[in-house]
């Protein structure tokens, strides 16, 4: 079995190389990533080989998740050193912002045996932590070979990608026998794993830990950098601000229309539009000049000066959960087209009114919650997204309300960061203190 996955993983590979290598070339992605995707990991990296704890968390999402627990991580384990690896561009550079506690970062390596063991080799983990769901059989296969503990953490199964599972189950439930630990997100995922093959004692269902990911914001002027961030959004006394977040495309155009209308009823309202990837920036800067608006790029804003554009489209990476501070409503993209949407606990956190479309796949079991806790609005076409942003605009009561219910039910939803941390603690005995001597558990 796992010769056929590994051949099927090279034959990949070598069919996308001229798509990789025309990226690399025109856009200079990749090239950079490329030996340490292939296992060729600095040997700096772990020079003396010590036994170590590897997060992976594929991107953006992922890696501001596993904050949650990457300190406590370190705190706990201190004679073991800790790794994060991600797989997109955009999750590295913001782990290797958000990790200066780790040890090292680095991208995921292929899924190939002798790429596998050539990491495992420099990182040394005694414990493989997965985040959300990233199932990856040979990195599992050498992980038990070489004794390593596996663990998913606030794992998920879509509705969407559930029955691609199912159809082969009997590949996956050999894969999933593997994982020592599954920490998910709800009774659903649970259900889901089982009927896949995963043994229903290594399923603890934890809550999401993306509730306990979010920073608490302090008093004003607590933290520096957040403030940093929102002196690039300086606007005048009530005007107000709509912020689109993780917008795809199909939704830009939306957004835009619906931002005329809402031109038309509120005096001088500024959009802050963030597209969910890089290479949409100029796209929706593009549609926006177009629509007759007055355009700038979050980069081009000079800080401590008042917006004067319509439109600032936020050509930043990592910077739009603080600038959700600034908003006088949100929506939350991804959700008006069929990709499974995005995060809305960001804007929550701030008690922000939030709205969103009918698809939020990939946040279902959170969407409900909010739903069934009249803590957001959903709405399932653009017309009624410029009738609910109107609204909203138009009623501060209701818009403090709805915020209100949304900051309380992210408070409300904490504590799958210590249920999770006990699961780790199962597989991975914290090491026993003696006076001022440590013991540590045998390394391999």
Known sequence: MYLFYSLAMLLVFLAASPFFLYQAVRHGKYAGSLPERLGFLPVSLNLDREPSIWIHAVSVGEALTARAIAADLKARYPHLRLFVSTTTMTGQQVARRSFQIADGVFFFPLDL??????VLDIIRPRLFVVMETEIWPNILRECRARGVKTIVINGRISAR????????KPLFRRVLMLVDRFCVQGEETAGRLVELGAPRDRITVTGSLKFDALQVPGPTGTSRGADRVLRYFTVAG???????????????????????RIR??????????????????????????QSGFRTALRSELAIDEEVKADVVVLDTIGELAQVYQAATVVFVGG??????????????VYGKPIVFGPHMQNFAEIAETFLSGQAAVQVET????????????????????LGDRARDLVEANRGARERSLAAIAGLL????????VVAFPATR
């Open 161 to 168: 990608s559930f029955p691609r599972y199912r159809l082969v």
């Open 335 to 348: 959700s008006l087209v069929p990709t499974g949407g995005h995060n809305i606990l960001e804007p929550a």
């Open 238 to 260: 009530g005007r107000a601000v709509i912020v689109a977040g993780s917008t795809m495309p199909g939704e830009h155009e939306i957004v835009l229309r619906a931002f005329e």
């Open 382 to 401: 653009a017309r009624e997204l410029e009738d609910a942003l109107i609204e909203l605009l138009s009623e501060p009561d209701a818009r403090g309300r």
């Open 113 to 118: 045996g002798f790429v596998v063991r050539r």
């Open 264 to 289: 038309t009823l509120a005096r001088n309202p500024l959009l802050i539009l963030a597209p969910r990837k890089p290479e949409h920036f100029a796209e929706a800067a593009a549609l926006a000049r």
């Open 429 to 436: 005995p914290l090491p026993a203190a003696t006076g001022n």
